[in-house]
């Protein structure tokens, strides 16, 4: 038998919670340790959508990335976004465990998933810990072969969930890039690094316009670069689920799928 306690320590172990940012909250959300648990569901967001999806795959776990009370609440009444999730979540015994920062810090985590699917070798941390080389925020390494902007721009609206927002582009498309540096979720506070760091392209979510304008100029006073890759927040997180969900089946054992739903909150684009 494997137990929701049982899933948090390959969790814990693959994502150490110490790796947390102080103000996040990861773990486990709802449900009971000792539960048994067969199969789980691998998810972006924990929206009643997606609690419906793992019912009906007739899941008793869910693994997000992010979670569900970052932010505090007064009250689980089922009338309320949360207290629907919460409530309907315990009313068919599905339990819910979110790896958060920890997982973007991870050198196993969500800018490694990331890296690799964009065919970035050689990935190491972008902003490494001061105590551990190999973990960190971000990934930053090189493509085998150079290619243009915008056939690297291509690339990642092939390999990424198709979302309202699509593929922002700010340079050259015609330019030759090799270096690339990546981070998951909003990334426009490491926008300095990526340029310290010598990135031909930095690829991430959220780019404000003032930091990311500020940011085109200081390269254009530079060479040009890095260049910029704007993707949705959850679609630059997305490719993470694949890669935990197949570590925790295979340390574990148990049968886990991932979430068909597209969870970014735009819908549509005009």
């Keep these: 038998m494997t137990s929701v306690a049982d899933v948090l320590d390959a969790l814990d172990s693959r994502f150490p919670p110490d790796l947390a940012e102080d103000w996040d909250v990861n773990g486990l959300t709802v449900g009971r340790p000792e539960a048994e648990v067969t199969r789980a569901l691998f998810a972006v967001d924990p929206t009643l959508a997606v609690v419906e999806e793992a019912i009906e795959a007739g899941c008793d776990l869910i693994v997000t990335h992010h979670p569900l009370l970052l932010r505090g609440v007064t009250t689980v009444n089922a009338g309320t976004p949360k207290g629907a999730v919460i409530q309907t979540l315990i009313e068919n015994g599905v339990a819910l465990i979110n790896a958060h920062t920890n997982a973007d810090h991870a050198g196993t985590g969500v800018a490694e998933a990331l890296a690799e699917v964009l065919g970035v070798d050689g990935a190491l941390p972008l902003?490494?810990?001061?105590?551990?080389?190999?973990?960190?925020?971000?990934?930053?390494?090189?493509?085998?072969?150079?290619?243009?902007?915008?056939?690297?721009?291509?690339?990642?609206?092939?390999?990424?969930?198709?979302?309202?927002?699509?593929?922002?582009?700010?340079?050259?498309?015609?330019?030759?890039?090799?270096?690339?540096?990546?981070?998951?979720?909003?990334?426009?506070?490491?926008?300095?690094?990526?340029?310290?760091?010598?990135?031909?392209?930095?690829?991430?979510?959220?780019?404000?316009?003032?930091?990311?304008?500020?940011?085109?100029?200081?390269?254009?006073?530079?060479?040009?670069?890095?260049?910029?890759?704007?993707?949705?927040?959850?679609?630059?997180?997305?490719?993470?689920?694949?890669?935990?969900?197949?570590?925790?089946?295979?340390?574990?054992?148990?049968?886990?799928?991932?979430?068909?739903?597209?969870?970014?909150?735009?819908?549509?684009?005009?």
């Excluded at 925020?137 to 609206?157: K, N, S, V, W, Y």
């Excluded at 015609?174 to 990334?187: N, P, R, W, Y």
């Excluded at 690094?193 to 003032?210: E, K, N, P």
């Excluded at 949705?232 to 148990?254: I, N, P, Q, R, V």
Aim: aromatic residues 6%; proline residues 4%.
């Design 127 to 270: 902003v490494p810990l001061k105590d551990d080389a190999e973990q960190g925020t971000g990934r930053i390494g090189r493509l085998d072969a150079p290619i243009t902007l915008l056939e690297f721009a291509q690339r990642a609206a092939a390999v990424l969930p198709a979302t309202a927002h699509g593929v922002r582009v700010a340079g050259e498309l015609d330019a030759s890039v090799q270096t690339i540096a990546v981070v998951g979720g909003a990334g426009d506070s490491f926008l300095g690094a990526a340029a310290a760091a010598g990135a031909d392209v930095y690829l991430t979510s959220d780019l404000r316009h003032h930091p990311a304008s500020d940011a085109r100029e200081a390269a254009l006073l530079a060479g040009g670069r890095p260049f910029l890759v704007d993707v949705a927040h959850y679609a630059s997180e997305w490719t993470w689920l694949a890669a935990a969900a197949e570590y925790l089946g295979d340390a574990t054992g148990l049968d886990t799928i991932v979430s068909t739903l597209i969870t970014d909150p735009w819908t549509a684009r005009f």
